[in-house]
Nanobody
Framework: VQLQAFGGGLVQAGGSLRLSCAAS????????VAWFRQAPGKEREFVAV???????RYADSAKGRFTVSRDNGKSTVYLQMNSLKPEDTAVYYC????????????????WGQGTQVTVSS
């Protein structure tokens, strides 16, 4: 499956963005999909994950502000980000694997190219 992440941009603190992860090649409905992010000089970190049935898990930094959802008909997973903070600035990646819900980047077989999110103070 090929993944494409898009929807990033420049936003002021307190603003919102919705990222999308679109799949081609195979339907995304059979995959567990996660969002990770990587800020300059930092390691890639887990943000959120959604399983086949819509069950979700979030990093503490994302709880209450971010919402991950999926539209299997469109083979797309979304990350709605509200109340954005400057520390949310990073390249955001979506990733997928067919069998395991994990917060570890190494558990994911397929990755999108990343989309830049910049939050100004």
């Amino acid at each position: 499956v090929q993944l494409q992440a898009f929807g990033g941009g420049l936003v002021q603190a307190g603003g919102s963005l919705r990222l999308s992860c679109a799949a081609s090649g195979r339907t995304l409905s059979t995959y567990i999909v996660a969002w990770f992010r990587q800020a300059p000089g930092k390691e890639r970190e887990f943000v959120a994950v959604i399983n086949w049935g819509g069950g979700t898990r979030y990093a503490d930094s994302a709880k209450g502000r971010f919402t991950v959802s999926r539209d299997n008909g469109k083979s797309t997973v979304y990350l709605q980000m509200n109340s954005l903070k400057p520390e949310d600035t990073a390249v955001y990646y979506c990733a997928a694997n067919p069998s395991r819900v994990s917060i570890q980047a190494g558990s994911y077989d397929y990755w999108g190219q990343g989309t830049q999110v910049t939050v100004s103070s």
